[in-house]
């Protein structure tokens, strides 16, 4: 009674909500073998029914979980370790798989995988992972980028090594994204890591002096601050994807304005693998077995901006004429990056942002 | 809650003696509901997951371990952010209310065509994902941009101008609800007795408005002070707060120590800005003689010839008889409209600014100038799973039911916080309560966020898993603008002076009856405008929501998000479409929402 006056008030919106509340699809009350669930970053994507054919294929149906960035997706998996989000996950790279993996927060799949595309990815798997929780799916390389129209513009020759972005001739040419909330900042600090081993700190510092400008995401970086991004952007050098010179093909043109400088890159590997403690860890592995399908990994590059592994697949024409893969592509071996990815993201905290 | 919280003193006037415990056991009852429904909802819905999160860093191994405080404060870096997100939250308030004042002045205390747009306006950038405005700003700031001369990108300046942005229709709104309703009489009574306009908005007017100026100012030093994505897009890690360090802590180094320490610090600095901001109000707050909001508006006076031969003033005059100081009245105002005009005018071009070059932006495609980008809003964006359409519905049926929970346990706290009980003790637990309330604006949505990973599953012995359920979006985001609506609501109730409420009660009008014919028509105008903010607020949470939202149904700040990181030719203009639209659709619904109770005919 004496809150009529206020209920009245909110009549209104009641009324108009048509409860989106009660219109919510009711929880999953399916039984085991109906319903799978995926947890991934927010990259995921695939074409326009795709997971509709593997419900056709296997009866199965994938209700997709996205908490966030690679790093969000592995924090959240190791802490909901005893109630998971969900029966399998795809995203979790290479620089964050020891974590996964020494959280225990997979299992290997089972029963075991039957794609045929398993043997292609055996080379990208963790060496510590001796179970095989990790299924390789896709892999890019984090690479700078060359603006190539404004060094033919400026007629400045192009760089083309780690060494050569400290040179004068590239002084305030360069943007970079931070480590610490970016995960090609992060790829570039391990290249860089891999590259000069203990000198690493001294070749960014070398950077610093060379006017690298540093933003928080590739986004930023890309949007604002690229010559060849879009915007009014002033720096020519780019830390971005080996496949970023397709999207600069001009309209009507029959090549790109840029390219990606190969010497520079870091291999990325993204991962899939079962939970542990899920419901449905028959499902899961089918799942797997799907992103490894044909359909799928011919399906990657578009929709994911990343590289089939399986040799089956093809890439599009334009990524294979102008955004090939590194021939020889740094790494880090996943189970250092564990042990000193904090470290290594103060060192280089200290000497860049110092 | 153990006492009554009305004006209790005539509880028991009423005749019959058999009736007097019936009453009394039902107000009892009322205002024990009142008070429970919204700490229930508050504390299952905020304290238990952020206490449950937060717990994890202070035990290891099943006890109890303090020693992340002297890890982390050893750190020069934590000193150094602790004061960054102190000054850069300072100033961004300060700023904000200096220039929203004005501004509240103008759009609601003056009357002129247009006025319902540029409200509209103000409270655009509250809503727009941070992510977007910092590509905006930057793309101003950045070399080569419109504004580089200033050399304010990736500097201290450039966090704060962003978030004045973000604030500035905040502290509009929140101060001009009161004041558009303020009684001008006593203003006027002091100019009659020779005081300047200036004068008397120093002495009367502003003293009057202090409650809904410090409730501004407090909400408005807990968005900054949370402020994320604006700080990392515009000055990166040199720029640090807590919140951005808390998110880096627990989304990247899997840090639950330091983030857990770093919570605390957070929740400090908070409390701390609350209890400033209510000792601020409650010195001042106190009866104030309301007016109709349409009798005490009146044409700025550089636009005043206009509007007098539209005929526009006579109603005001006819309505209320305000105006009877006749012609001393407001050809005196000319300085005041003058300086609140020209704050105003220079404060919305600066927000339009990052807004027009967003629309600008947006209309660029890889083939010249158009609108490809908008059309292209119709269909799955490259291989995200909807539309931006099915994205914007989705939007607003989360917010509707967003707003309608937070209108429910918001308009519940003012209505409780709104009575002074006699108790000392009493008083500070109504005081408390409004306090405790405000905290999910100042404690990181990280936390949040992963607090709800840790103890949604099955709830209670629920059987649903309400982690990964679109349930938690619209109760989340209502978590975020609870605050919002008592800070709109409860300025205006308590202005309604107790004694009112008391004659109308020995008159013999029951509780409700009171609350119906005093507090309801006064509360539903302050509710269209906490609605407004409640929506706008809920439409644009993108915090929380990010953590929780399923993708087959993301709300379009979280498609937005997911458009500007990816790759590809369109795909930006299609982010910045998408954000345009958001900016349209927030601003239609705020000036729907301030015209319903208005099209009800329920203005007082």
């Known amino acids: ?354 | 809650m153990a006492a009554p919280l009305g004006p209790s003193a005539g509880g028991g006037h009423r005749s019959g003696r058999a009736r007097v415990a019936g009453p009394d056991l039902g107000r009892y009852l009322g205002w024990g509901l009142a008070v429970a429904v919204p700490l229930v909802f508050l504390a299952v819905f905020f304290a238990w997951p952020v206490v449950v999160m937060v717990g994890r860093g202070f035990v290891t191994d099943g006890r109890l371990d303090l020693s992340a405080f002297a890890d982390v404060f050893s750190r020069p870096r934590t000193w150094r952010i602790v004061g960054l997100t102190l000054a850069q939250a300072s100033l961004g308030t300060v700023l904000s209310v200096l220039l929203g004042v004005p501004g509240a002045y103008l759009l609601y205390r003056c009357r002129f065509r247009g006025r319902g747009v540029l409200r509209a306006f103000v409270t655009v950038p509250f809503v727009l994902p941070t992510v977007v405005v910092g590509v905006a700003f930057r793309s101003l700031l950045a070399p080569g941009g419109l504004l580089s001369f200033l050399h304010l990108d990736g500097t201290f300046a450039a966090i704060v101008a962003a978030l004045v942005f973000f604030n500035y229709g905040l502290v509009v709104r929140t101060v001009g609800g009161l004041w558009e309703r303020l009684d001008p009489r006593a203003e006027q009574a002091a100019r009659a007795l020779g005081a300047s306009p200036w004068r008397a908005l120093g002495t009367v007017t502003l003293p009057a408005l202090a409650p809904a100026i410090a409730g501004a100012a407090s909400l408005t030093f807990l968005f900054c002070a949370t402020a994320f994505g604006t700080v990392l897009v515009l000055g990166g890690l040199r720029f640090g707060t807590v919140e951005t360090e808390i998110w880096i802590q627990t989304t990247q180094f899997l840090d639950l120590r330091a983030a857990a320490v770093l919570s605390v610090v957070q929740l400090v600095v908070v409390v701390a800005a609350l209890w400033v901001a209510g000792r601020a109000r409650s010195r001042n707050e106190r009866a104030l003689s309301l007016a109709a909001p349409v009798s005490s508006a009146h044409a700025p006076s550089i636009l005043r010839r206009h509007i007098d031969s539209a005929g526009h003033r006579p109603r005001a005059r006819v309505s209320t008889g305000a105006r009877a100081t006749g012609s001393k009245g407001p050809d005196d105002l000319r300085g005041l409209d003058r300086a609140a005009t020209a704050v105003t005018a220079v404060t919305v071009t600066l927000l339009a600014l990052p807004l027009v070059g967003l629309v600008v932006r947006s209309l660029r495609t890889p083939d010249g100038w158009g609108l490809a980008n908008y059309a292209a809003l119709s269909h799955p964006a490259g291989a995200l799973p909807v539309s931006v359409w099915d994205a914007t519905v989705t939007s607003l049926r989360v917010a509707l039911d967003a707003t309608t929970i937070a209108l429910v346990v918001g308009g519940l706290v003012a209505l409780v916080v709104s009575r002074r009980p006699r108790a000392v003790a009493a008083r500070r637990a109504v005081a408390g309560l409004d306090a405790v309330f405000m905290l999910p604006l100042g404690v990181s949505a990280v936390t949040v966020g992963f607090g709800f990973l840790l103890v949604m599953d099955r709830p209670f012995g629920l059987a649903v898993d309400l982690r990964t359920s679109p349930l938690l979006v619209p109760v989340a985001q209502a978590v975020v603008a609870v605050p919002l609506v008592v800070r709109t609501v409860l300025p205006v109730l308590r202005a309604i002076d107790p004694r009112q409420r008391q004659v109308a009660a020995t008159l013999g009008a029951s509780p409700g009856r009171v609350l119906r014919t005093m507090d309801g028509p006064v509360a539903l105008r302050a509710i269209g405008l906490a609605a407004g903010l409640a929506f706008a607020a809920s439409l644009g949470e993108f915090g929380a929501t990010s953590f929780l939202a399923r993708p087959d149904r993301p709300t379009l700040p979280v498609l937005v998000y997911r458009l500007i990181g990816r790759p590809g030719p369109d795909t930006y203009g299609m982010a910045l479409a998408a954000s345009v639209v958001l900016a349209l659709v927030t601003a239609l619904v705020v000036a729907l929402f301030e015209r319903l109770p208005r099209a009800a005919g329920t203005v007082v």
Not at chain 1, 9 to 25: D, H, K, N
Not at chain 1, 226 to 245: E, K, R
């Open chain 1, 1 to 354: 009674m004496r809150k009529r006056a206020l209920l009245g008030a909110l009549a209104v919106p009641v009324l108009a909500a048509c409860s989106a509340i009660g219109a919510a699809p009711a929880p999953a009350t399916t039984t085991a073998g109906g319903e799978i669930t995926l947890v991934t970053h927010d990259s995921f994507a695939l074409s326009d029914g795709i997971l509709a054919d593997f419900t056709k294929q296997t009866g199965y149906t994938v209700k997709v979980v996205q908490p966030g960035d690679a790093g969000t997706l592995v924090n959240q998996l190791v802490l909901t370790k005893d109630a998971p989000l969900g029966d399998v996950t795809f995203g979790v790279d290479n620089t964050f798989a020891s974590r996964a993996l020494d959280a225990g927060v997979l299992v290997p799949p089972s029963p075991a995988l039957s794609a045929a595309a398993v043997k292609d990815g055996q080379q990208y798997r963790v060496p510590s992972d001796t179970t095989g929780a990790l299924t390789p799916i896709d892999v890019g390389d984090v690479c700078v980028n060359v603006d190539h129209a404004w060094f033919t513009a400026h007629g400045v020759t192009e760089p083309k090594t780690l060494d050569d972005l400290t040179q004068p001739a590239y002084k305030n040419l360069f943007v970079t994204e931070s480590p610490a909330t970016s995960s090609p900042g992060f790829a570039f600090l391990l290249a860089t890591i891999s590259a000069k081993g203990d000198g690493w700190q001294a070749y960014w510092k070398a950077l610093k002096d060379n006017g690298v400008k540093v933003d928080d995401g590739w986004e930023n970086a890309w949007n604002v601050d690229y010559t060849a991004g879009g915007g009014n952007g002033q720096y020519p050098i780019v830390l971005s994807y080996s496949s970023s010179p397709v999207d600069t093909v001009p309209k009507g043109g029959t090549s790109p304005t840029t390219g990606a400088l190969l010497d520079t890159c870091f291999r990325q590997v993204e991962y899939a693998g079962v939970l542990a403690g899920a419901k449905n860890p028959a499902g899961a592995a089918a799942f797997i077995n799907f992103l490894l399908s044909d359909e799928v990994q011919n399906d990657i590059p578009g929709s994911m901006y990343m590289y089939p592994v399986s040799s089956s697949a093809s890439v599009p024409d334009e990524w294979a004429k102008w955004a090939p893969l590194a021939t020889s592509p740094r790494s880090v071996p996943a189970a250092d990056i564990a042990a000193h990815r904090s470290e290594w993201l103060q060192q280089w905290s200290d000497v860049v942002l110092g």
